[in-house]
């Protein structure tokens, strides 16, 4: 049986991974079914969607870096001194 030789470019030969078929073809199957799950929101999950939304369109939220800085003021309270 003929194998024809395959040359493969240097610029890209850093980039390749060889994977037995099966191996390969079970990936494919597991990201299939992981991603071909879909969220199904209760109604108190939709009503506070819309809420969070709403607030968003009305200007009510703050930058994650506020957020973030907040955070951190609350967990950084100076201790009481100890003798």
């Known amino acids: 049986m003929f194998m024809p030789t395959i040359t493969i470019p240097s610029s890209i030969k850093e980039e390749l991974i060889a994977v037995p078929r099966r191996k ?14 879909t969220f199904q929101p209760t109604k ?15 200007g009510n939220y703050i930058s994650w870096q506020e957020l973030k800085h907040e955070l951190a003021n609350r967990r950084s309270k100076p201790r009481k001194k100890t003798i």
């Open 24 to 37: 390969y073809e079970e990936f494919l199957m597991w990201q299939k079914i992981k991603y071909s799950k």
């Open 44 to 58: 108190s999950e939709l009503r506070a969607l819309a809420l969070g939304r709403k607030d968003f369109e009305n």
